[in-house]
T-cell receptor, first 111, second 113 residues
Framework: KQEVTQIPAALSVPEGENLVLNCSFT??????LQWFRQDPGKGLTSLLL?????REQTSGRLNASLDKSSGRSTLYIAASQPGDSATYLC??????????FGTGTSLTVIP | DAGVIQSPRHEVTEMGQEVTLRCKPI?????LFWYRQTMMRGLELLIY????????DSGMPEDRFSAKMPNASFSTLKIQPSEPRDSAVYFC???????????FGDGTRLSIL
């Protein structure tokens, strides 16, 4: 069974810093990997989706990379802002069409 | 677009009662997903539909759980009888196709006493 791990579980940084969130998965037979953010009391908002054939995706200050062979993905956030404070989750979709979520990284950006 | 709409937002009921959660996906989205989120287990996929047909229900925990999608604009997740361990936040999500990102509703926070 696919296992998805996110480290660290929590992260606190001062405003303006660049930061990296990590996601690792045990089975490299994935179809795609998606990064979400979740605000308290809300659902998940999709940030970036990387297909298995891609190496990275970018959207504004966010950049996500994927290394299938090593079972890793990173989400890079440039010039962090207090509004970036949220829980960030990665989710893997297996080729068998099953979905697995990590437990998330809770990010706090201090003004 | 109004996004994925779930109701109710909160539900508190006693053990043994039937619970029905509702979801309206985004118009034109062919895929609909039901998830459960708890502190202990994180986010788990329960079941998903393609064009109103259940494709994979392997995540449904027990026979007490059932889901239907009678048409493209409505789905229900039912728990009968409910138990305290069913307490969680239940999310519905939809996506236009297999290849595209999922859009989530705000969830139903369910408490079984």
């Amino acid at each position: 069974k696919q296992e998805v791990t996110q480290i660290p579980a929590a992260l606190s940084v001062p405003e303006g810093e660049n930061l990296v969130l990590n996601c690792s998965f045990t089975d490299s037979a994935i179809y795609n990997l998606q990064w979400f953010r979740q605000d308290p009391g809300k659902g998940l908002t999709s940030l970036l989706l990387i297909q298995s054939s891609q190496r990275e995706q970018t959207s504004g200050r966010l950049n996500a990379s994927l290394d299938k062979s090593s079972g890793r993905s990173t989400l890079y956030i440039a010039a962090s802002q207090p509004g970036d404070s949220a829980t960030y989750l990665c989710a893997v979709r297996n080729t068998g069409n099953q979905f697995y979520f990590g437990t998330g990284t809770s990010l706090t950006v201090i003004p | 677009d109004a996004g994925v709409i779930q109701s109710p937002r909160h539900e508190v009921t006693e053990m043994g009662q039937e619970v029905t959660l509702r979801c309206k996906p985004i118009s034109g989205h062919d895929y609909l997903f039901w998830y459960r989120q708890t502190m202990m287990r994180g986010l788990e996929l329960l079941i998903y539909f393609n064009n109103n047909v259940p494709i994979d229900d392997s995540g449904m925990p027990e026979d007490r759980f059932s889901a239907k999608m009678p048409n493209a604009s409505f789905s229900t997740l039912k728990i009968q009888p409910s138990e305290p361990r069913d307490s969680a936040v239940y999310f519905c999500a939809s996506s236009p196709s297999y290849h595209q990102p999922q859009h989530f509703g705000d969830g139903t926070r369910l408490s079984i006493l």
